[in-house]
């Protein structure tokens, strides 16, 4: 793993404020994934994306969330209003292309959200 | 149905002993397999590939099954480092998003 890198590692937010979340994939990786965890929960999808492009979103809620992958920069997740159910930690993952054989996606260390 | 299957465990399992589990997938077009692992309230990590003829690395030994549309995982001469959560990871062919399984927890014990 060369290093997915998610910041902040560590987010608190007041119910009602917005949390971004920011992810840079491996260097030549062109995919991002997200993923939300809740507490003693597993893995659920939220979003695919590839650079400026939305590939599947059938995972994300319908309201407030928001995701991008620009041509330059990190992949931000974008999280309006916040309310306590939004409460987890959020990983993203990247991988070098949207699929074949053996493609495996390397995860950061994920964004702990704690709303407040 | 859901995508990817795990049966969410707890296996407890004695040190030394030999687990295994399967993970069951609905997509007959699914491309590749993975089994990931993850530590309480840290990121997943690749553990190994699932080769259609099975593939062995140390002490864990993965299996594919086409027909019956199910991959395992079985670890042999279980270590306490090896209690984790098993994460079963299937490349659909649409769209080649990665899928998870809920995951498998293992605990290993004296």
């Known amino acids: 793993n060369a290093g997915v890198m998610q910041n902040p590692r560590h987010l608190v937010r007041r119910r009602g404020q917005e949390a971004r979340l920011r992810c840079s994939p491996v260097?030549?990786?062109?995919?991002v994934y997200w993923y939300r965890q809740l507490p003693e929960e597993g893995l659920k999808f939220m979003v695919y994306l590839q650079k400026e492009n939305i590939i599947d979103e059938s995972g994300m809620p319908k309201e407030r969330f928001s995701a991008e992958f620009p041509k330059e920069g990190p992949s931000i997740l974008r999280i309006q209003q916040v309310v306590r159910g939004d409460s987890a930690a959020y990983f993203c993952?990247?991988?070098?292309?949207?699929?074949?054989?053996?493609?495996?996606?390397?995860f950061g260390q994920g964004t702990r959200l704690t709303v407040v | 149905r859901k995508e990817v299957e795990q049966d969410p465990g707890p296996f407890n399992v004695p040190e030394g002993a030999t687990v295994a589990f399967n993970c069951t997938y609905s997509?007959?077009?699914?491309?590749?397999f993975f089994w990931y692992r993850q530590d309480c309230r840290k990121e997943p990590k690749l553990l190994m590939s699932?080769?259609?003829s099975g593939n062995e690395d140390g002490r864990f030994t993965a299996q594919l099954n086409r027909a019956s549309q199910y991959i395992s995982l079985l670890i042999r001469d279980s270590k306490l480092s090896d209690s984790a959560t098993y994460l079963c990871?299937?490349?659909?062919?649409?769209?080649?998003?990665?899928?998870f399984g809920g995951g498998t927890r293992v605990l290993v014990k004296p």
């Open positions: 699932v080769y259609s």
């Open positions: 993952a990247s991988s070098v292309q949207g699929g074949g054989v053996y493609t495996e996606a390397f």
């Open positions: 997509n007959s077009a699914s491309q590749s």
């Open positions: 260097k030549g990786h062109s995919h």
């Open positions: 990871v299937v490349n659909m062919a649409a769209g080649n998003k990665l899928t």
